[in-house]
């Protein structure tokens, strides 16, 4: 509550009410404010999309708190509070720090990384189904680890380098196919899903050669699971985040831009192919690192930065927003998973996947109505 | 030398040739309108004056320097473009689509400066969208979002701008009024206007400079009461006509031939030049 | 030429009898693929058992390879190949869409869908009780997608996206069953690839019915198609029965892919590429591009099968591999080449 008080008072002390159009000489901006010092230095903040921010980022924070006090050695949400601030009993500290604090954070990590991906794709493809799940990268990815798993029974760090090539690979493959004096949103979309469709056939290709065993932990990989994830996975994947994200930060405002198409973009001194090329690289290694760590989890790439859309209500994904989304969704999904079919404890992508489905029903039909996709 | 330009430029797309060894001069602080009938390549050399299609032979200049080896940010800053098809985002209002024509003027840490705030206000209300500011621009009419997006171009804030067909699928009134603004920016803005135009008369009538393109090459051009001649129009356009005043302005006005007096057209001709007065022409 | 407007544009002589040469010449190499497709197989053997085993068979030995695996694989790959070419061209006219294909548009993953449904909560373990549940889950998602879509506003990018959309969800709920039953994950992983090993004349019988009359109705549809294709309006003002051409089509798309589907299980692309391939060589007339569809893609499938017979030998690589991997690149040609609304 603290922050949201002072970033109020940052705000530029215009109206905050929103004025009826005719009555409306102040705000040329719809609902966005500058934050401006004296330097000439301006920063623009939707007062919205903070606000929605801060909420998601407690709710991402709420449920790290219940999950790491659920399981079978059940913590009061004090204590774990308590705990993460280094204030805990030895007992608690040990089941923190080395059991459930590195899951949770995989948990945030990844999730927060899928939504990121997931919203450069679909600025990029202009287009909201255009995410990195449903345009190859994930069946690129699952195609390395299956590769891992049946062909070399290869350990858990073998499946996760398999999944980084193989959605890397997957994500160069689909950038050269869909080239053609320059990279048009669509193509790349068509391109994505044709590569999809072939990966998809080699995935199954590839469970039938393999052992029952082997292709239960092969089904269980692509379902993508947080279960029994500790620091090694942890550490990768935060370097990926801290390297990635101020990429992607930098590359903002061009993404904006360039969702008014390509022909805008170019007048407004944007250099198109450069921008597309930093997002899209940036976009497919978070993709790739999130599939290393936990498997190719359906839909948070998808759903998450057009959830964090609709409560923003700012044009396009926006980038912060959708990353707060991304790791509240993935981490909530997790706790439905353990509480909601009794004992069996179900992977978090069999959550995810079923409330995406349902979710991308509802995109499908109100979008169309719209005549948007 | 002038501040735009086009040194014989080859221009195509793959292996298509378009226009060959074209070159195009445009006079500064004027407001000049490529025709030509569909194909010509007026959209193609529109594309390569704007830095968007690199030429494969030749160089387009701007202020003395070769277009394709600026700095986008710069080109931008001096050059403003009005796309045939943009893409306005899901959701976005009037006012922040404007906004976004201030991307060239902006960085990292100037994000919004009083200065952008106020020159947005002013490109609302130079094209009559001040009061549409917080509609979502999904919503508007033809004409109405055509000039939103002019606005933004506006916004933009630079001496040259381009329009690609800025007309198009718009009725007559939102034509004029368009071409009223556009008129209006360059006199009293002083800014360089370039357009592509279909209809002849209405490049006529508004334009200060003509450029006429048949098959890649420039046909004619100069001032519009200097260059359309009906002799003009039936070699660019393969349709024979009259060219009258405009009764408004005095402004060339092409009347083609009606079809039953085809047969009778050169008699018809001939006895209108025996009236100087209102036909220019043969 | 007799006075008045004739109702087709007339077409010159010769151009009917490439066309009908070329039909022919399709069935020739028919015949071919399927002699292949007879002769050769994980257990080589001479022509002369073939021949013995197709015309004199005494029930033993290679006989039994010919009788009952070569015959019925070889039965299976036609029927198969046809309907899901058929289905492809008329999938294809139906939406204007040169990307339209049954496996691309959801219909494979609703089959398997269907079928893990049947395996884990209602105990089914035959392959023939299969049939009906992939059926279903066929019909129920082709229908779902084509309305998703966007149905007559539907543009290439649309249809697709809704088909990835429900496929990916489909898979979601897929996984989850397999994941809580391994039983089921034992089963479905060998169907799941699209295959023609596992034909019987049991299953043949069964899905024979629904493809005859998918190909009757398939062919019927031509003339109507070529109206539909130049656009509603155009189609209304020749007078075509738009509403019914539309309701046939999914119903013969459903009925076409639906039991080539429940047989051999997802097959890709053989839908998609057909029809173009055939295009090619009959131009746009759907009322020529339908028998050479129903001809020639038999003739890929048989052709993808006797390939996937043979290079891993003694092994051997699903049919539905096979297409997929010549598939996939034909696809992206046509997606960089094309130029298509919105692309």
Not at chain 1, 325 to 337: E, I, K, N
Not at chain 2, 211 to 223: F, N, Q, R, S
Not at chain 3, 172 to 187: H, R
Not at chain 3, 275 to 303: E, F, K, Q
Request: net charge positive; glycine share 10%.
């Amino acid at each position: 509550m603290k922050t949201s008080t002072k970033t109020s008072t940052k705000t530029s002390t215009k109206t905050l009410a929103k004025p009826l159009p005719e009555a409306s000489p102040k705000s040329s901006t719809g609902s966005v404010r500058a934050v401006r010092t004296g330097g000439g230095l301006s920063v623009r903040v939707d007062p919205r999309a903070a606000l929605v921010f801060l909420l998601l980022t407690g709710v991402a924070f709420a449920a790290s708190v219940v999950l790491i006090g659920s399981g079978d050695f059940r913590i009061a949400p004090g204590d774990v509070v308590a705990t993460l601030l280094g204030n805990g009993t030895a007992a608690h500290e040990f089941v923190v720090q080395e059991l459930r604090l590195p899951r949770i954070l995989v948990g945030l990590l990844v999730g927060a990384s899928l939504a990121l991906s997931g919203s450069i794709f679909q600025s990029l493809s202009r287009n909201p189904l255009g995410s990195p799940d449903v345009i190859g990268f994930g069946q690129g990815a699952a195609v390395g680890a299956l590769g891992a798993i049946v062909l070399f029974q290869g350990t858990a760090l073998a499946v996760a380098g398999g999944a980084l090539v193989g959605g890397l690979v997957t994500g160069v493959a689909v950038y050269l196919l869909a080239w053609k004096r320059g990279v048009h949103g669509y193509r790349l979309v068509l391109v994505g899903i044709g590569v999809a469709a072939v990966l998809t056939a080699v995935n199954h290709y590839l469970l039938t050669k393999a052992s029952l065993v082997d292709a239960t932990r092969a089904v269980l990989w692509m379902t993508g699971s947080l279960d029994g994830r500790d620091w090694t996975q942890v550490w990768p994947l935060l370097a990926a985040f801290v390297l990635l994200v101020p990429v992607v930060a930098w590359y903002a405002r061009p993404l904006r831009v360039l969702e008014m198409g390509d022909d805008a973009a170019y007048a407004l001194g944007v250099p198109v192919e450069r921008a597309r090329l930093v997002m899209m690289a940036a976009g497919v290694l978070l993709m790739a690192a999130a599939t290393a760590a936990a498997g190719p989890i359906a839909f948070v790439a998808l759903s998450a930065p057009q959830l964090a859309r609709r409560l923003t209500r700012s044009p396009g994904p926006g980038l912060a927003a959708s990353a707060a989304m991304g790791a509240a969704l993935l981490l909530v999904a997790d706790w439905v998973a353990a509480v909601a079919f009794g004992d069996r404890q179900l992977p978090v992508g069999v959550v995810t996947a079923v409330l995406g489905g349902c979710y991308l029903l509802w995109l499908l039909v109100t979008e169309r109505r719209a005549g948007r996709i | 030398m002038q501040r735009l330009t086009a040194e014989s430029v080859t221009l195509g797309y793959d292996q298509r040739v378009i226009a060959e060894n074209l070159s195009v001069e445009i006079p500064d602080n004027s407001f000049t309108v490529i025709v030509g009938p569909n194909a010509c390549g007026k959209s193609t050399l529109l594309r390569a004056l704007s830095r968007m299609l690199k030429p494969s032979e030749g160089r387009v200049l701007l202020d003395g320097q070769t277009i394709h080896s600026m700095p986008a940010k710069k080109v931008a800053k001096t050059l403003g473009l009005l796309p045939q098809s943009s893409i306005a985002p899901d959701g976005i209002t009037v006012a922040d689509l404007v906004a976004r024509g201030r991307y060239p003027h902006q960085g990292l840490l100037r994000q919004w400066s009083p200065e952008d705030e106020r020159i947005v206000q002013e490109s609302m209300a130079a094209t009559g969208v001040g009061a549409l500011a917080d509609r979502y621009v999904d919503e508007l009419s033809g004409g109405q979002r055509q000039r939103v997006w002019i606005a933004m171009a506006l916004a933009q804030q630079t001496p040259l701008l381009l329009l690609d067909e800025p007309t198009t699928f718009l009725d007559i009134q939102h034509q004029l009024e368009v071409l009223d603004l556009c008129a209006e920016l360059h006199e009293t803005q002083g800014r360089t206007l370039v357009a592509v135009l279909h209809d002849l008369n209405q490049a006529a009538r508004y334009a200060t400079h003509l450029i006429a393109l048949h098959e890649g090459k420039v046909v004619a051009e100069g001032a519009p009461s200097e260059v359309v001649t009906a002799e003009l129009v039936e070699r660019v356009f393969g349709v024979r006509s009259q060219v009258i005043a405009d009764p408004e302005s005095g402004t060339p006005l092409v009347v083609p031939v009606a079809r039953k007096r085809a047969v009778t057209a050169a008699s018809a001709v001939s006895s209108a030049s025996a009236a100087p007065s209102a036909v220019k022409t043969l | 030429m007799p006075d008045g407007v004739p109702a087709q544009p007339p077409v010159p002589r010769s151009r009917h009898v490439v066309r009908i040469a070329g039909l022919l010449a399709s069935v020739v190499l028919l015949v071919l693929v399927c002699v292949a497709s007879i002769a050769f197989g994980a257990k080589s053997m001479p022509l002369s058992d073939v021949w013995h085993g197709l015309f004199d068979s005494d029930g033993v030995g290679n006989d039994v390879i010919v009788r009952e695996v070569r015959v019925p694989r070889t039965l299976l790959g036609l029927l198969a190949g046809a309907a899901l070419g058929l289905a492809g061209a008329v999938m294809q006219a139906l939406t204007r869409n040169p990307l339209a294909e049954p496996g691309l548009l959801g219909v494979n993953a609703g089959a398997s869908a269907a079928v893990v449904s049947a395996i884990s909560f209602l105990g089914v373990t035959s392959l023939t009780g299969y049939v009906w549940f992939a059926f279903l889950g066929a019909a129920v998602v082709s229908a779902l997608v084509y309305v998703l879509g966007g149905s007559r506003a539907a543009n290439p990018v649309r249809l697709a996206l809704a088909g990835t959309a429900a496929t990916a969800a489909l898979y979601g709920y897929i996984n989850a069953v397999q994941l809580l039953d391994s039983a089921a994950l034992d089963k479905l992983r060998f169907w799941t690839v699209g295959s023609l090993a596992s034909a019987d004349m049991e299953t043949i019988a069964k899905v024979a019915p629904f493809i005859g009359v998918g190909v009757v109705l398939a062919l019927l549809l031509g003339r109507p198609l070529n109206a539909l294709e130049m656009g509603d309006d155009t189609a209304r003002a020749l007078g075509a029965n738009l509403g019914r051409t539309r309701v046939l089509s999914m119903v013969c798309v459903t009925l076409l892919c639906g039991a080539a589907t429940a047989a051999c299980g997802p097959i890709v692309f053989v839908g998609l590429m057909i029809p173009h391939l055939v295009r090619a060589i009959t131009g746009p007339d759907m009322r020529w591009i339908m028998p050479y569809a129903a001809v020639l893609a038999p003739v890929l499938l048989l052709g993808a099968d006797v390939i996937g017979r043979l290079v891993t030998r003694p092994a051997e690589l699903q049919v539905g591999i096979v297409t997929a991997l010549i598939g996939g690149p034909v696809f992206i040609q046509l997606v960089r080449r094309k130029r298509m609304a919105k692309l």
